[in-house]
């Protein structure tokens, strides 16, 4: 291309950046429109890209790299990340011009566009990052962006609650993710993504593999709400519709799904992976199914089937051959269509009648008709009834599940109620809110502006379209997308009829009894809802009981260790440093004592450091300890003294001298009288911990002088002191230019306690003049 790739993959991050910077100082509607247009043009830099991206691999941009420790970092767009970063963006320019009009006049509009510019960004980031650090790092980018996308609306107590929730569990999730590419890595001996997935063998050779695909697994359903994680999903829905409609529909909820499609070349024929996977999206599909027949707000009902397709998207990426990845790839796109579409639907019938209850709502074709049309197209297409391209993804995510061997009848049978239920949502957000008799609203409704009715007309009408000419869809993004996710070319081409099977009478089946649980809806609902069985499926209320626990325990925590009490904390302090050494000396066979060491009379030095500090732990009184400390530490210069360090020693003799003397004279101009308030036990507490303190110090002196003296160290100091840093005196020369910025960090904290000091003494200075 004549376009260098760093600049094609480089620029929509770019302006995203710069988008998110500008946006604060604007106002208004203002602020969205310059969102919406930074995401059409990032739109059409990856439509620029999608050429080289059909190459076999993709369209490159390195970065960095530190090829000695096997770190490689750039960008990378291939099949599968294309298919994301269209939806990204496309989708993202939708939503950002509908919710300058869904929020205009709020004063905090500004700040939603800069967070979800930055969402965009950081999402475009991590589909496309060809590394683990950089796919990390946007990972982490989109936690912390839903986290106050979700709770935009802070000043209630609800929506800080769901931002804490998602924040907890995406995040949380995303440090196991971070220890499991890690452990990747490592084995594959690179960063690069890519590189890791060429390096398959090593990777599943290594003894860690087992347990880096389940701490992958674990990151990747945290982030796509994966049972038992899916709870904190609907909870988001806290969050203003237009964040509902790009989070948690289209966008960052399917990262996770795209991160187990990206590594399946590497995992796909494991039995582990193919087990986990299937068996956790069947749980999740039925799950989310049952939730959403029992809730009437609008947002929540789209939350719950959203989950539903989650499951789906991560079992068909579990089953792993051709037909079950061509159905995954095929139902994502479809799946972000629609459920985009519905989502601001919903928006729309909220912000003009006043509610989101279907229950409460009906008969609003009259008042809202192209909302009710935009509605009618994606739930068609939600349903899978034909013409529309939902119609496709459904006869060929059948066809994937009844192919699926051992799994076949399960899948068949769960798919075919979850199915129908989707069936009975799509009628939900259709026919029930815009057809029958007109229910009152607290609010008089009409069609919302064009830049609200833009999205969800557009969205749904891509279904229909699509629909009509399912091989151009698949040749154009399907079928790279599965080759990248099997890891090798691979083609089952869609088409819109396959004839008369046993999977369009499955379809068939599906729609009539989908007919039927919208007819029994509003009896079925309540009916759900007081099901105490169902409540067991919402494992919110373990992330609870957990989240309680662990308050719990560190209060009492905090209550043991922090006391209060500075000498309890110096025993802890003590003892693990005494303690710690002993136990690693003694599990690793260390413990020794020199063989055949003479009596060295330079030993009586030592004896005097002993005698002055069991006197300064025994003196009575103040002045006595110090003097006994200054005997300390004339025996230490003794002892450099003894063992050839005269310069060192002359330096401890003088600040000894000092010490003392300054000591001596403070005291005695200010005698103190403190008296030891300790009582026998605790001061036979503090000569234990002494003990052993001491005898840590001993045995751990005693197992290095046991070793051979190793004097390579001491030889090459000796030898460049002169060349190396002209001067005769090795220990000055290594203080001043072999450690020179250790002596610099040193004197630069003499330093800034000679400020403090100095500080204090003018302050005490000025006081005593202010008191006259």
């Not at 966008?251 to 399946?264: E, F, P, S």
Request: charged share 10%.
């Amino acid at each position: 291309m004549s376009i260098a790739p760093v600049f094609l993959l480089a620029l929509p991050l770019g302006l995203g950046f710069a988008a998110a910077a500008a946006v604060p100082a604007m106002r208004g509607r203002g602020a969205a429109q310059l969102g919406a247009v930074t995401a059409a043009v990032a739109l059409l830099v990856y439509l620029l890209a999608a050429p080289g991206a059909a190459e076999p691999e993709g369209l490159r941009a390195g970065f960095w790299a530190v090829p000695s420790l096997g770190i490689a970092g750039g960008l990378r767009l291939d099949g599968l990340s294309l298919v994301f970063v269209l939806l990204i963006a496309g989708i993202g320019a939708l939503v950002l011009l509908y919710a300058g009009r869904y929020l205009k006049g709020d004063p905090r509009l500004p700040r939603l566009i800069t967070l979800l510019l930055l969402f965009m960004v950081a999402m475009l980031g991590a589909v496309t990052a060809d590394d683990v650090v950089t796919l990390f790092v946007f990972w982490e980018l989109t936690s912390l962006a839903s986290f106050f996308l979700v709770g935009y609306d802070h000043e209630k107590p609800g929506a800080r609650k769901a931002a804490l929730q998602a924040l907890l569990v995406t995040a949380g999730g995303g440090l196991a993710l971070l220890a499991g590419l890690i452990l990747a890595a490592v084995a594959a001996g690179t960063t690069s993504l890519s590189g890791i997935i060429a390096a398959r063998e090593a990777v599943l050779a290594h003894p860690a593999a087992a347990p880096a695909m389940l701490l992958i697994i674990l990151g990747c359903f945290t982030k796509s709400a994966q049972f038992p994680f899916h709870f904190w999903l609907p909870n988001a829905m806290a969050a203003p519709t237009p964040v509902s409609a790009y989070l948690h529909s289209a966008t960052m909820v399917k990262l996770g799904v795209y991160l187990l499609a990206r590594l399946n070349p590497i995992y796909q024929h494991e039995a582990l992976w193919q087990d986990v996977l299937t068996t956790a999206g069947l749980l999740t599909t039925a799950t989310g199914a049952l939730m959403a027949l029992r809730e009437s707000d609008l947002k929540r009902v789209l939350a719950w089937t959203t989950v539903t397709a989650l499951g789906t998207l991560t079992m068909l990426i579990g089953l792993a051959p051709a037909l079950s990845a061509t159905a995954a790839v095929t139902f994502l796109v479809v799946h972000a269509l629609y459920k985009a579409a519905l989502f601001l639907v919903a928006g729309i019938v909220d912000h003009e009648t006043g509610t989101r209850d279907a229950a409460a709502l009906g008969g609003l074709r009259h008042a809202m008709p192209l909302t009710a049309l935009a509605a009618v197209l994606a739930a068609f297409s939600m349903a899978g009834l034909p013409p529309f391209v939902g119609f496709v993804a459904k006869e060929i995510v059948y066809e994937a599940k009844l192919a699926s061997g051992s799994l076949a009848g399960p899948a068949a049978m769960v798919g075919f109620l979850v199915n129908a239920a989707m069936v009975a949502v799509a009628g939900l957000m259709s026919w029930r809110l815009f057809f029958g008799p007109r229910r009152p609203t607290p609010q008089v409704p009409h069609d919302p502006p064009k830049s609200m009715l833009a999205g969800p007309i557009l969205l749904a009408t891509l279904g229909l379209l699509a629909g009509a000419a399912p091989s151009l869809l698949g040749e154009w993004l399907v079928d790279g997308a599965v080759a990248s996710i099997l890891g090798a070319p691979a083609s089952a081409p869609l088409k819109f009829w396959h004839g008369f099977t046993p999977v369009l009478a499955l379809s068939v089946a599906t729609i009539g009894f989908g007919l039927l649980l919208l007819i029994l809806w509003e009896r079925l609902m309540p009916r759900l809802r007081r099901t105490a069985a169902l409540d067991r499926l919402d494992t919110a209320r373990g992330y609870e009981a957990a989240l309680a626990g662990i308050v719990s325990w560190s209060d009492g925590t905090t209550r043991t260790v922090q006391h209060g009490s500075l000498r309890g904390y110096m025993r802890v302090l003590l003892l693990t440093c005494a303690l710690v050494p002993l136990a690693l000396l003694a599990w690793r066979g260390g413990l020794a004592r020199p063989e055949g060491a003479p009596l060295d009379p330079r030993a009586l030095a030592f004896l005097l450091i002993a005698l002055g500090a069991i006197a300064c732990a025994l003196a009575r009184g103040t002045f006595a300890a110090v003097m006994a400390l200054g005997l300390v530490g004339f025996a230490t210069a003794v002892v450099f003294l003894t063992f050839g360090a005269p310069d060192v020693a002359l330096t401890q003799f003088t600040v000894e001298v000092l010490l003392v003397v300054i000591l001596a004279t403070v005291l005695i101009r200010l005698p103190v009288r403190a008296r030891d308030s300790r009582t026998a036990r605790q001061r036979g507490a503090d000569a234990a911990v002494a003990g052993v303190v001491g005898l840590s110090v001993t045995l751990a002196l005693m197992a290095v002088l046991a070793e051979p003296f190793d004097p390579r160290l001491a030889e090459w100091f000796g030898a460049q002191s002169v060349p190396g840093g002209h001067g005769r005196n090795v220990v000055n020369v290594i203080l001043v230019d072999f450690r020179a910025l250790d002596t610099l960090g040193e004197i630069a904290v003499l330093a800034i306690a000679a400020f403090a000091v100095l500080a204090l003494l003018r302050g005490t200075k000025a006081e005593r003049q202010a008191g006259g």
